[in-house]
């Protein structure tokens, strides 16, 4: 039988009702309202379709490398990359794939010597600051959904380099790339990378396709027998899929009410596991939600 | 025949000499000196085999964290990781091992309630500082090859979270794990962990086994049948081993002249396929070389 409480016992009750919950970051995703989610083009999503069933998905950066986009999509369209593999895995850096020093003749619509766009102009830009120091610029945030470094005295901004941000393959300078070679960061952000390399978009779905790959032996990160390289199937724009067939995303808008509160709490973690919170975030430890159109 | 060469010819064959190569990270750790490079002790060495062939050596740290790594080290002795397994890969995150959630008591030498090991004094320590600002502490820097974030006022230091490194599984606070269940970051450096989970270490030998496992599909990057957890032969330390059978790991000296320029040339890469340098790096993107014993 359930004892008479009295008003001192009552008190302590009260005193150990649960604090209401610290918020996660997964609850501000989950509870963020419609207004604050951007759905992304179909034009602007690369789907690689692997032989062993996974799938990724790159969501491309027109805002930032428009000459190299416009390449890629070509040469998507095009079928260029019929018999393309992941032929370069490196620990802790980079998966690469692509048809690997072929000498296939350019598909037209194809700028061969694109001009270097591994940086912008900061005009015109709407940045979100991050509001903590970043030790590769000046300055560091976000805008349309993507993490960046600038410079507001410079005038310029770059997308950075992190995990899951996808770059084209060069040779040295001034080569730039076509787009024809792209890797995917697998590991810690290589920033140094930053302001020397063309960015083009990040995986937002199925990192773990490349990330969970075998590590080729040879330098860099290439396998040492080309049999190990990993076959892709297709190479497409989710544009060219009839409209039944396509996946829809959607990344949370950066200039939201609901991202400056999912930053705030990514830098301060309070949630049952954490005692200590951090008090500040990396640029790349922030990791811009992105999801499956509900 | 070899011409004569006059003056003005000779003078431009030494203007087109080739201007020195930049340095490359890789050339300074290849040119360090013996007296740089310091031996880890064969008991700062446990060693994961695992059933694929792959092998796992991870440093331990006594002086950050001397009671979970006593633990570890009873552990390892006594047999009681028998049977152990890889449980849960999490893309961007970490690979944890151990006998999840098993009953079986502690060996003699274990110490089941270890105190929160998160940080350790500042007092003692002799702190190469990184020279860039870190988002996560008021200090960031290197202390005896590791690196290490700390705070002057609070007088205290911590092991960072990078890449590689490995902590301890616990539940929520105040628990602090034994060490009975460990994981290793596979992604970019989770850095909120910092002073909220007890860091013993750190893997300096096959990473790459761990970082390309197969992701767990459940959350937390649990595997979703057990016959999915990957085999772990065994788990001991390098001292347990006959002396001929050992392998032997120097780490180079954060206190050298060595690493000091290591150090500038990671924050500046000027070699050839570097154009903008980044004037900075952060803590996690140093890397302290490790090798072995030449």
Redesign the interface.
Known sequence: MRPFLPIAAAGLLIAAAPAPKPVTPNDIVAGAPASAWIQIPADDLLVLELKSGGRVVIQLAPDFAPVHVANIRALARSGYWNGATIYR?Q??YVAQWGLNESDKPWPAGVTAKPP?E?TRALKGLKVRPLG?????APGAGFVGGWPVAYSAKGGWANLAH???SVGVGRD??PDTGTGGELYAV???????L???IAVVGRVIDG??EL?????GTEALGFYKDKAQNVPITSIGLMSERPAADRLVYQYMDTGSASFARYLRV??N?KD?????P?????L??VNVPVRRKP
């Open positions: 895995v620990d802790n270097a591994y903590f120091a970043d030790p590769y992190c995990y899951a040295l300078s697998i590991g810690h952000a290589p920033r140094h930053d302001r020397n990192i773990g990330s969970s790959l075998p590590r990514r830098a973690r049952d596991f954490y005692i200590r951090a008090g500040g975030v990396d790349c430890n």
